[in-house]
């Protein structure tokens, strides 16, 4: 049974930088392809960053040079850096790998 759990998320400043985790147990990230989505408050869910299985990252277009995806496999671990925040990114981010879903953490930029 896969459970992620993500972590990291809080209250920051306009142009502060915070770094999520996702942590899966239940099963190995390796060959995974994991995902990072976000939701806003009055607004659809949204994929902001991905994974593939060979280590390949893609980005949505807005987020592009702001945010980068990695993992660590040893610890069964995908990361979220997200640098230069603003209030647009504020949101509820969540990791999956299409199958589950982790409970999110709230990511609040003012």
């Known amino acids: 049974h896969v459970q992620l759990v993500e972590s990291g998320g809080g209250s920051v400043k306009d142009g502060e930088s915070l770094t999520l985790s996702c942590a899966i147990t239940?099963?190995?990230?390796?060959?995974?392809?994991m995902v990072w989505f976000r939701q806003a408050d009055g607004r659809e869910r949204e994929g902001v960053a991905a994974l593939d299985s060979g280590g390949a990252t893609t980005y949505a277009e807005s987020v592009k040079g702001r945010f980068t995806m990695s993992s660590d496999d040893a610890k069964n671990t995908v990361y979220l850096q997200i640098n230069s925040l603003k209030s647009d990114d504020t949101a509820v981010y969540f990791c999956?790998?299409?199958?589950?879903w982790g409970p999110g953490t709230q990511v609040t930029v003012s």
């Open positions: 239940g099963a190995t990230n390796s060959g995974y392809c």
């Open positions: 999956s790998d299409f199958n589950n």
